[in-house]
């Protein structure tokens, strides 16, 4: 996705994909909470008790929406959501509404 821009509709489309599978909704539900910090890899995979290779497959397709960012510091891996894309998802779902009546 891209920062301060409208999403194309295929971006949107990928962004609401990713967040349609129950796990991938909930590993981004506990990153926001995070907040702009966000949480070690072994948080998210602790609290949600999901093994680590299923979190990696599904971290993956919201990085690639780019709805999460990782960041290493040391040996912690660390995932953030981007409010921002979020942002941009809600604004591109929300563009038109009430333009028909």
């Known amino acids: 996705m891209k920062n301060n821009t409208t999403l194309s509709l ?5 962004a609401l994909k990713e967040l349609g599978h129950p796990v991938r909704l909930s590993i981004y539900r506990q990153l926001v909470r995070a907040g702009a ?16 290779s299923t979190l ?11 709805l999460v960012t990782q960041r290493r510091e040391g040996r912690t891996l660390y995932c ?12 591109y779902l929300q563009e038109e509404c009430c333009a028909g009546s």
């Not at 295929?10 to 990928?14: H, L």
């Not at 890899?41 to 680590?52: E, M, N, R, S």
């Open 37 to 52: 910090d966000g949480t070690p890899v072994g948080t998210v995979q602790a609290q949600l008790d999901i093994p680590g």
């Open 10 to 14: 295929e971006e949107a489309a990928k």
């Open 80 to 91: 953030v959501a981007q409010y921002e894309e979020l942002d941009a998802l809600i604004d």
């Open 56 to 66: 990696t497959h599904h971290l993956s397709g919201l990085v690639s929406a780019g």
